[in-house]
């Protein structure tokens, strides 16, 4: 079993790389056991999701209320 230093590293790396296989695995193994890491990598997804989409989309000037919204669907995920 993998530590959660490693399992959030795996998660930050997947947002950018590809994953191997066997770490896959092992991301996957982890995150069905440790709820914390889970919630992490939840968290991290849709941070990715709505910064892609807001960055393509959305004005500078735009960005209070991006904040406002990424907290508010980031505390619904708890």
């Known amino acids: 079993m993998i530590s959660c ?19 896959k695995i092992q991301l996957k193994l982890h995150t069905k056991m440790c709820a914390v890491c889970k919630t992490f ?3 991290t997804n849709l941070v990715e999701e ?7 989309t ?10 406002i919204e990424t907290i508010t669907k980031l505390s619904e995920l708890n």
Not at 15 to 22: H, S
């Open 58 to 67: 959305e004005k500078p000037e735009d960005l209070s209320t991006f904040k």
């Open 41 to 43: 990598e939840q968290q």
């Open 50 to 56: 709505v910064l892609k989409q807001r960055l393509s």
């Open 5 to 23: 230093k490693r399992s959030a590293a795996l998660v930050l790396k997947s947002q950018d790389l590809p994953l191997r296989r066997k770490e």
